[in-house]
C-alpha cells in the first residue's frame, strides 16, 4: 500500500479525538485524552481498535463529558475501547498490573491538558523505572510464554505480525527494556523494523479485508505486489527477515538484562571492565564474549571462528560489534582451510543450544557469508512440507543442535556435524534437493580442508539423507532387497552409523511427528539389519610406530623432551623408560599447561615409551614442560586435584571394549568431551588398575576426543574378561567425576 493510498484508508487519530473532545466542550485543565498502547502510530487504520482513557484530577468533575465525547468517536466507525481514570488510579493499575504498565510507556496526548499527559508519562516511566529489576523477571516470564504458545515469525507457515516472537509485541517490549536505562538496544534498526513491520501488518489486513496479524499462504502473492516486490517468495523473505532481526535484538537484550540482574545492586561496578581469557585474542567481559588487547585479527584468520565456538561453548554472548570488527578485519580462512579452522567450526556446531544465538549473530553481521557464502541458497527459505516447523535455514541448525547430541555414537563427529550443515544445501531450487546437495557438499567439504575420504562421505551422507527414513517407512523390512538397497547404498559400516545419526538428528530437528517411537523404531531396526549385513570384524585403528633415534638424558635413565613448530602448533616429542604410569605423567603435563591435544601417537620402542603429540600452541618451551614433569614425578604436583572434573557434562562419556580388535591386546576406545584433562584420567585410571598401555591413538575431533588405547596387563597378555570390564567402569567413573 503507498503512503497515498494509505491515507485515503485512514483517518489521524489526534484529529479525530481532537475533533471530538472539541465539539463535546472538553476542558482545558484537570482533563486528557490520551491513547494508550497502539505502538505510537498517529495514523488510525481502518481495521485497528483504538484503546483510550479519558483521564482527569482528583475533584474534577466530569458530568457527562465522556459519554458525549464516546458518541462521535463510535459515529466515526472507528473501533474505540475506552475507560475513565483519575491519574492516581491510572499510577496504581500500572503498579498492580504489568500490562498496564507496558502500555502507559507508549502514552499518547490526544486532546485536552497537555501537562496533564505530561505529569502521567513521567510518573509512569519513573515509577517503571523504579521497579525495573523487580519487574523484569515477571515480564520475561510473560514473553517466554508467549513465545512458546505461538512460535517464531522467521520461521512460522501462518507468521502472526503481532504475537510471535520478533513481532511487533516484542518490539514494544524491547522499547520498554531501553526505558529501565539497565540495558540498551539499536534505536536506529529496532525502530525501521517496528514501522516496517506495522506497514506490512496494515496491508495483510487491507488485503484480507478484516483485522488480522496471521499471514495466510493465500495472500503472499498480494501482500507482494502492495508492497511492490517481486513475488511471494521475495514478500515472505522480507518479512521473514524482519522478524528475525528483532528475535536477534530480543534475545540480545533479555541475555544482556539477565546479567545485569545477576549483579548485586550494592557492588559499584568497576570502572575498567575485567577480561577473563578464554582463547588466543578471546575473553569474556560481563558475560560477552570479545578481543583482548592482544588479539590480531589481521594475522589470525581463526579468530572469527575461535571466538564464535568459545561463546557458543560457555553459552555466553558473541558481542554483534566483535563480530563486525572480525568481519572487517580477519583474513580469509583459505582454500583449503587450516585444520585449525575446521576444529573450531566442528566445536561451534557441536556446541549445543549455545550454537543458535551466536549463528544468528554471524547471519545478522555478516560473518557467515564468509565462512560459508553457499548459506544464503536456503537463507528463509520456507519448507514445502507443513511438517517442518522451520524454515530450511532454520531447520539446519536445529539439526546440528541434535546432532550434537549423537556424536558419541560415531567415530567422526566432524564428519557428522558437517554433514548435518550441509544436509539441506540443495534445497531453493527445482532440482531434488539431495541430488543437488551432493555436489556443493563436496565442493564445501573439501573447501574446508577435509581429506579425500571424507569428502565423499560428507557427500555421500547429504546425497542419502532420507534414504533410512524413507526405506524404514515405505518398503518391507522382512524383505532381504530392502537391507540390500541400503547396503549398496552407503557401503561401510562406518558410514551406516554416521547416517543412522543424521537421519536421527535430522527428524527430530523436523517435528515431534517426524520421529516418534515407531518411526524411529523401524528406522533403528533398519540400521540394525544392514549393519549385521556390512559387519566384517570391528578394527581398531592402526597405530602409527615411526621409529625415533632415543637421546641420551633417556639412555641415561632420564627423559627427553623436545618440540618442534607442526602446522599452525608444535609436535612434542617425549621419551623415557618405559613404566606403568608414564603416559598418565605425561598427559599431566600436557594438560597442566593448558596445551590443547589434538592428536597424539604412542608406542613402546626398545624398553622406552615414546610418545608423539600435536598441540594447538605454537609457543611451548621444552624446559617448562620438563619443570612441570619433574614437578609431577616428585610428588611436588598432583595433578587430578587439579584436572578432576568439576561439573556434570550433558553428554556422558563413552567407554567400550572392541572386541577381537587384536590379537595381543584389549582395545578400549573412550570418547569424550575435548577439555584439558581427558587423556591424563584415562591414563591415571589404567595406572591405578596395573595396566600396561602398549600404544595409543589419540585424535581430537571438533569437541569430541577420540581416544584408542591398546592395554595389556603386567605379563603383557590381553585383559580378561572380567578384568576389561572393570577397567571400562573405572575409566568410566575417572572421566564422569564419580
Not at 343 to 353: E, N, P, T
Not at 360 to 365: G, K, R, V
Request: glycine share 6%; proline share 5%.
Amino acid at each position: 500500500m503507498t503512503a497515498a493510498e494509505r491515507a485515503s484508508r485512514t483517518a489521524s487519530a489526534d484529529e479525530l479525538c481532537t475533533a471530538a473532545y472539541a465539539a463535546c466542550g472538553g476542558p482545558e485543565v484537570g482533563v486528557a485524552l490520551v491513547a494508550v498502547g497502539g505502538y505510537g502510530r498517529r495514523e488510525l487504520a481502518p481495521y485497528s481498535d483504538l484503546d483510550v482513557v479519558l483521564v482527569h484530577d482528583e475533584g474534577v468533575e466530569l458530568g457527562e463529558l465522556a459519554e458525549k465525547l464516546w458518541y462521535p468517536l463510535w459515529d466515526s466507525g472507528a473501533k474505540v475501547d475506552h475507560s475513565v481514570r483519575t491519574l492516581p488510579q491510572m499510577l496504581e493499575q500500572a503498579d498492580a498490573d504489568l500490562r498496564v504498565a507496558l502500555g502507559l510507556l507508549d502514552l499518547r496526548h490526544l486532546a485536552g491538558d497537555p501537562n496533564l499527559t505530561l505529569r502521567l508519562r513521567t510518573t509512569a516511566l519513573a515509577q517503571w523505572r523504579r521497579r525495573a529489576r523487580e519487574r523484569l523477571p515477571e515480564l520475561k516470564r510473560l514473553v517466554a510464554g508467549r513465545h512458546q504458545q505461538v512460535g517464531e515469525l522467521a520461521h512460522l507457515s501462518v507468521p502472526d505480525l503481532k504475537e510471535a516472537e520478533g513481532g511487533v509485541r516484542d518490539a514494544t517490549v524491547l522499547k520498554a527494556l531501553v526505558a529501565t536505562w539497565l540495558v540498551d538496544v539499536p534505536h536506529v534498526e529496532l525502530e525501521r523494523c517496528r514501522i516496517a513491520l506495522l506497514d506490512v501488518r496494515d496491508v495483510v489486513q487491507d488485503v484480507a479485508g478484516r483485522a488480522t496479524d496471521r499471514v495466510a499462504p493465500e495472500v503472499w502473492g498480494d501482500v507482494a505486489e502492495r508492497l511492490e516486490l517481486l513475488d511471494a517468495r521475495a514478500a515472505q523473505t522480507q518479512i521473514r527477515e524482519l522478524g528475525r532481526r528483532i528475535t536477534h535484538l530480543s534475545r540480545l537484550t533479555w541475555r544482556r538484562v539477565d546479567a545485569v540482574l545477576a549483579r548485586p545492586t550494592s557492588v559499584r561496578t568497576a570502572r575498567r571492565p575485567s577480561l577473563q581469557p578464554l582463547g588466543r585474542g578471546v575473553a569474556l567481559s560481563s558475560g560477552e564474549v570479545v578481543l583482548d588487547n592482544r588479539a590480531r585479527p589481521g594475522e589470525d584468520p581463526e579468530l572469527l571462528l575461535r571466538a564464535s565456538a568459545l561463546a557458543a561453548e560457555g553459552d555466553a554472548v558473541l558481542a554483534p560489534s566483535t563480530a563486525a570488527r572480525l568481519v572487517r578485519e580477519c583474513g580469509d580462512l583459505g582454500d583449503p582451510w587450516s585444520d585449525e579452522a575446521r576444529h573450531l567450526l566442528v566445536r561451534l556446531l557441536a556446541s549445543g543450544r549455545g550454537l543458535l544465538p551466536i549463528w544468528e549473530t554471524l547471519e545478522e553481521t555478516g560473518a557467515l557469508a564468509r565462512i560459508l557464502p553457499e548459506w544464503e541458497r536456503i537463507r528463509l527459505v520456507p519448507h514445502a512440507s507443513v511438517i517442518h516447523r522451520y524454515t530450511v535455514d532454520r531447520h539446519v541448525v536445529e539439526t546440528c543442535i541434535e546432532a550434537g547430541g549423537l556424536i558419541r555414537s560415531v567415530a567422526r563427529p566432524d564428519v557428522l556435524m558437517v554433514a548435518a550443515l550441509l544436509h539441506d544445501i540443495g534445497k531453493g531450487t527445482q532440482e531434488e534437493h539431495c541430488a543437488a546437495g551432493e555436489p556443493i557438499a563436496r565442493e564445501i567439504a573439501r573447501r574446508m580442508g577435509f581429506d579425500e575420504a571424507a569428502v565423499e562421505l560428507i557427500a555421500l551422507l547429504v546425497r542419502w539423507h532420507l534414504l533410512l527414513a524413507e526405506t524404514a517407512t515405505t518398503r518391507d523390512p522382512e524383505d532381504p532387497a530392502t537391507v540390500d538397497l541400503v547396503v549398496e547404498r552407503v557401503g561401510t559400516a562406518e558410514a551406516l552409523s554416521l547416517l543412522t545419526a543424521l537421519t536421527e538428528a535430522d527428524a527430530r530437528a523436523t517435528s515431534t511427528q517426524a520421529w516418534t517411537t515407531w518411526r524411529a523404531g523401524l528406522v533403528r531396526d533398519l540400521a540394525r539389519r544392514t549393519a549385521s549385513v556390512l559387519a566384517s570384524g570391528d578394527s581398531a585403528p592402526r597405530v602409527r610406530t615411526e621409529p625415533v633415534e632415543i637421546p641420551p638424558a633417556a639412555r641415561e635413565g632420564s627423559v627427553g623432551i623436545s618440540v618442534a613448530p607442526y602446522r599452525d602448533g608444535t609436535r612434542v616429542t617425549t621419551i623415557a623408560a618405559d613404566r606403568v604410569g608414564l603416559l598418565a605423567d605425561w598427559a599431566a603435563m600436557l594438560a597442566l599447561q593448558r596445551l590443547p591435544i589434538r592428536a597424539a601417537r604412542v608406542w613402546s620402542q626398545d624398553g622406552y615409551g615414546v610418545t608423539v603429540w600435536e598441540v594447538g600452541d605454537e609457543h611451548v618451551d621444552a624446559a617448562v614442560l620438563r619443570q612441570r614433569y619433574d614437578a609431577i614425578v616428585d610428588g611436588r604436583l598432583d595433578p587430578l586435584s587439579r584436572l578432576r572434573p568439576s561439573e556434570t557434562r550433558a553428554l556422558a562419556p563413552a567407554v567400550r571394549v572392541r572386541a577381537g580388535a587384536s590379537d595381543d591386546s584389549t582395545v578400549l576406545e573412550v570418547r569424550a568431551a575435548d577439555r584439558p584433562g581427558v587423556v591424563y584420567l584415562v591414563c591415571a585410571a589404567l595406572s591405578a588398575a596395573r595396566v600396561t598401555v602398549r600404544s595409543a591413538h589419540v585424535d581430537t575431533l571438533g569437541p569430541q576426543a577420540v581416544d584408542v588405547f591398546y592395554l595389556q596387563d603386567l605379563q603383557g597378555r590381553p585383559l580378561n574378561d572380567s578384568r576389561a570390564e572393570s577397567v571400562t567402569l573405572a575409566v568410566r567413573s575417572a572421566l564422569s567425576g564419580e
